[in-house]
């Protein structure tokens, strides 16, 4: 068993930055891969990127060169640094851990980007 802790989402206006955080725990939780995926209004959950421990990152295009994604693995944290935030980064963002066949959601947490 899983358990997901977000924090960080928030209203900023355009151009702006944002941090989101998630943190994994359960006993004796080894993480491989942890990723963010987001979901507007009336649009499908998308990926927007990913990271191993070994540090390989995958972004969506539409993110690439403005968000970066970075783990702690001892904490077992996920971060997503995003900068120059546009009103289409508008979603509700979620922390995803695939982990012993089965996916964990985090709760979500709201980013809203103002024009």
């Known amino acids: 068993q899983v358990q997901l802790a977000e924090s960080g989402g928030g209203l900023v206006q355009a151009g702006g930055s944002l941090t989101l955080s998630c943190a994994a725990s359960g006993n004796d939780v080894s993480i491989n891969y942890m990723a963010w995926y987001r979901q507007a209004p009336g649009k499908q959950r998308e990926l927007v990127a990913g990271?191993?421990?070994?540090?390989?990152?995958n972004y969506a295009d539409s993110v690439k060169g403005r968000f970066t994604i970075s783990r702690d693995n001892a904490k077992n944290t996920v971060y997503l640094r995003m900068n120059s935030l546009e009103p289409e980064d508008t979603a509700v963002y979620y922390c995803?851990?695939?982990?012993?066949?089965?996916?964990?959601w985090g709760q979500g947490t709201q980013v809203t980007v103002s024009s």
């Open positions: 990271i191993a421990t070994s540090g390989r990152t």
């Open positions: 995803h851990v695939p982990y012993r066949g089965l996916i964990y």
